[in-house]
């Protein structure tokens, strides 16, 4: 069983000594480093390794215990606690307050990630990091492949395409997927703030001209697991690999879907457009991915995005 499975805090003296014994006696194998486990997906992470029987010890970290900024901090503890996978869920991901806190953005979202890529390629660590569909512009009117050249419309958009670039030209073994529309039963995210909003509001205005697949952070926390036991038993698959829920919405049925599960009987929903709402970042109209690569590469189905909302919105109720 992993022993610091559900830890966030930086190990103790003891417990690294105690940890540094069982690595001396090769009683401990397969560490896999989380970052930016506080997050959605990092405590959706949690919450599915713990209940299951894996092969793999993991040390789930946040921006408190291990800075992914800090190139030092992060060759020391993949050395000290002897990593053999990364799965990088620190980002830095207020897309609207990106456009002016573009440094803090492309700290996180770049530099950690070119120092994951040279710590890795140093190490030997096998990396499977997140990216989103922001990279893309939303000018095309089908799904989105892995070959569809990126032009990001927003700071953020291009600070995680900057870390896209960093990860493949340091040339070690990594994995990126690329997901969007995230939301769980943690964190902030569109379906808790619309529940909220619902409850207190007779009326609400969301934005009908972007569309997009919402996914559930919990289906690809499965994923990411699922990628670390297939290749393990089969070959790493470098490449970058796109991961949503199945189908596709606007903001606006997005929410109309979020009020027919969750049960809500008021609030009026009222569609806008993008213009009408005045966000400060540009987002793509059309930002659906096209699922086939994953699919085939690790032989996976992905469930519909109604049938993941539900499972969360009844987790949330
Ligand atoms: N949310 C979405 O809708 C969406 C859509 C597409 C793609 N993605 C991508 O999916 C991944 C996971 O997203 P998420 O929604 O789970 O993100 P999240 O909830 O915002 O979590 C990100 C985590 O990263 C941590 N972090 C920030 N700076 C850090 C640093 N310097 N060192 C270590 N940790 C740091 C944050 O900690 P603090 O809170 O302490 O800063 C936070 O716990 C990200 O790569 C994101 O870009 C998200």
Known sequence: MPIFTGM?????????????QQFFYGLVQKNVLVT???????????VLTARMNLPFQFFFTDSDTLDVTDREQLSAFVRDYRILYIINCAAYTAVDRAETDFEAAYAVNEKAVENIAL????????????STDFVFDGQSKIPYTEETEPNPLSVYGQSK??????????????????????????????VKTMIR??????????VDDQRGAPTYAADLAEMIVHILQYTEETEWKTGI??????????????????????????????????????????????????LSKICAAFHVEIPDWKEALKRCVDLLM
């Open 197 to 206: 909003l619902m409850r207190e509001r007779d009326r609400l205005t969301i």
């Open 36 to 46: 930016g486990a506080n997050g959605q997906l990092g405590n959706e992470l949690r």
């Open 241 to 290: 690999y796109h991961f949503s829920n199945r189908g596709e919405t606007s903001w606006f049925g997005f929410a109309e879907e979020i009020k027919r599960t969750a049960g809500i009987d008021r609030c009026e929903l009222v569609p806008v457009t993008t213009r009408e709402y005045g966000a400060s970042a540009p987002r793509p109209k059309y930002s659906v991915m096209n």
């Open 8 to 20: 966030t805090k930086l190990l103790g003296e003891t417990e690294k000594e105690t940890l540094k």
């Open 161 to 190: 395409l900057k870390g896209e670039k960093a990860l493949q030209a340091a040339g070690g073994e990594w994995i990126i997927l690329r997901t969007s529309w995230l939301y769980s039963e943690y964190g902030n995210n569109f």
């Open 119 to 130: 710590v890795t390629r140093q190490e030997g660590i096998k990396v499977i990091h997140i």
